[in-house]
């Protein structure tokens, strides 16, 4: 019966994509969204005079890639028609792990960044197990409460002090270069590419789908809801602690309140990418076109100061818009 599903489903696309003409391909989401991203770049290049050069927008992006790492297993969990507001709190709570089992046992920094990683997916993997377990359990309580709990982990281990000394090779996670593109970028792009052949190329991708259309009607077709729901939150949290990684690279230490909010970027950059928040919809391409357009807009605000509850209200009324547009579509076919 999961089978069937899966061909139905491919073949609901082969059917949509042949009735694609000319117009309607440009006026898909995507095309929207690379309107918006020049109209940002034109905007910080009007603001300021540094912003518009090849090494600010190369170097850019060692600045706001890393939560890019976590976008991506949330645009399956909102397909999915779920959510996780707890990524920022499992980054802090992998980095604080990682730099206690490196500062205070005295062990090697690769198998600290190991720890980091086992920590993150333990964390993702124990909400896909609440969220699974107790399913009259909306999956914003299950992720609010978990939220709460790995930031007061951190603050427990850590309390407010900082953590860091690291070894001085670990800085190239954040900082490095390889042939003189940033190597934040190169694994930004594999990763990009293997969750987009994951979601659009497998049958992963294809349940992942499914369940976001109806997860009941997915169970009783033979889809095991229950494993691939377990196996994205177990993603989203090792993805996470892979942006701690390069976050504590970055800075250079951490402490238990970094990747505070990290989770209202996420889940913008996710939204505003098309990914539907209710459930069953988006494709990743747009996903990856949101981060660079969230992204360059925070840095070249910031490049002028601008006050950091100003960029909130500036990312909170993308996230406004990228939910209500769509709806207004509706609407006018309607």
Known sequence: MSSKIEESY???KLEAHRSLTAKTVFLQWEWLLVLIFLGVILLNTLLSPYFFNVTS?????MIFLDKSFIVFPMAFIM?????????????ALSSVMMATAYNVFGLPMELAIVICLAVGALCGLFNGFLITKFPELSAVIVTLGTMILYRGVAYI????????????????????????????FIVFIITAVIFGLL???TSFGRRVYAIGHNDVASKYSGVNVTRTK???????GLMAAVTAVFLASRMGSTRPNIANAYELDVIAMAALGGISTAGGKGRLIGTVIAIFIVGYLQYGLGLINIPSQTLMIVIGGLLLFAVIVPKLK?????
């Open 79 to 91: 397909i999915m028609r779920e959510i996780d507001i707890s990524v920022g709190s499992t980054v």
């Open 330 to 334: 509706s609407v006018r076919k309607l």
């Open 57 to 61: 927008l190369r170097d850019a992006t």
């Open 157 to 184: 281990i850590l309390e407010d002090q900082a953590s860091g000394n690291f070894p001085e090779w670990f800085g190239f996670f954040g900082w490095g270069y390889v042939f003189g593109v940033p190597f934040i």
């Open 199 to 201: 979601l659009h190329k």
């Open 230 to 236: 377990l196996i994205v939150y177990m993603i989203a």
């Open 10 to 12: 491919v073949h609901r």
